[in-house]
């Protein structure tokens, strides 16, 4: 990149420019959003929610479905118009999308002006700056675990009560029908000194709650001699000053040790929840799918959780019409639901993914059949969820008060178990937190009296 440096004069020297983000997919993206918006302050661009008076427009990409992939399209076809109307609006991709697709993604769409990729985030304020002389130009290289290492994206500095931490990024596990191993680049585990000063100064602004987010937290610090397990790591986050609570996602089974599961029983701090997705319960269909444990695996782990902290409360992913899953495997599926008893799970149709391993199996189960399992699924565990928040009416649960809820006349905030509830009281509340009694239950939140 030529003239960074006096791009960046040039460019400060202007008035005020907008940018809005756009996020697809996972909390990792929601988290380098945030820093996206952080970083590209740095060069002048503060932060809107109407696109339609940005200067810049970063769509935040995931392409871990072929549907999410398929909206960033039509998003950018969206803006198309809105680029013809102002010639100098900046057009960016960056995630998922952008790392597998790079110069192909500027290539097909004339009208985009930068691609990033997943180890590319410090670059982008370079990059826009060269896009604001009219450059088109996309950056998807990835880094040697070293540069990585010391580019650890941290936080944005900009405080509220609850707030994410990258603890590690990319994933080894190469799940067969996963993307992210190519996309996101091998595991790496952050310096754990950096992870605990970050959260000290998140603490000292403010925050009360952390979410320790990666692909497979759980393997935090394997890789890493010189760093501590996962469990050592949330008994250093328990320690500091300050912070409440502690959650972490995303969990892979096969590392759930029993360390961790004792951090459950031992530190009051680590939030009553944890996402565990168990993609299937027919061992031929994880096997076929390279998940690494079995179903009784599987449940062995949720009966020491369970044991660990009553009341825990699971949530998890599932694939529905993985190739080859026939009706006894779906009914697998359904009966590890019923023992499990997830309080939410997040269900998908399988979607190939190129590049992957289960993009070579054969697949002979029709989409209508795909898509019958699926509201099968969905249905039963809406029910479940219903049963697991009516369960709840006439408790008392501690609440960290995060904020005012969407209808705007209540205050929200979520259980030890990652349960929405709304009350009644006073913004000034926001931050603390507050004991109340749940006096109803609907689908997705409760209703809660202090
Ligand atoms: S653990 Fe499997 S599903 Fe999760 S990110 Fe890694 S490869 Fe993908």
Known sequence: MRNIGKMRQGSNAKKEKLLYVETFGCQMNVSDSEKIV???KGIGYSNT??????????????????????KVYSRLGRFKGLKKRNRRLILGVGGCVAQQEGERLLASVPYLDIVFGTHNLHMLPELVLAAEQGERLSQTAFLDNGTRLDLFPAADGEGGVSRFVTIMQGCDNYCSYCIVPYVRGREISRRSVEIIDEIREMASQGVREVTLIGQNVNSY????????????LLRLVAEVHGIKRIRFTTSHPKDISQPLIDCFAELPRLCGHI???????????????????TRREYLEKISALNAARPGIQITGDMIVGFPGESEADFSE??????????ADLFSFVYSVRPETRA????????????QLRLERLQARQ?????????????????????????????????TSGNRIVNFSSDPSLIGSMVEVTITRAFQNSLLGEI
């Not at 610090?221 to 050592?232: H, I, Q």
């Not at 993009?359 to 795909?370: C, F, N, T, V, Y």
């Not at 029910?383 to 205050?411: A, I, K, W, Y």
């Open 359 to 370: 993009a070579q199996l054969p697949d002979d189960i029709s989409r209508e059949e795909k």
């Open 38 to 40: 952080a970083l590209l």
């Open 382 to 414: 809406r029910e479940m969820t219903l049963e697991r928040n009516r369960s709840l009416v006439g408790s008392r649960q501690e609440l960290l008060t995060e904020g005012v809820s969407r209808r705007g006349d209540q205050l929200f905030g979520r």
């Open 221 to 232: 610090g394997l890789m890493s001699p010189d760093e501590p397990d996962f469990a050592s």
């Open 275 to 293: 996402h565990l997705p168990a993609q299937s319960g027919s061992d031929a269909v994880l096997a076929r799918m390279n998940r690494g444990y």
């Open 333 to 342: 599926t359904l009966s590890l639901m019923e023992e499990v008893r997830y």
């Open 49 to 70: 929610h109407d696109f339609s008076l940005a200067d810049l427009i970063i769509l935040n990409t995931c392409s871990v479905r072929a549907k999410a992939e398929q």
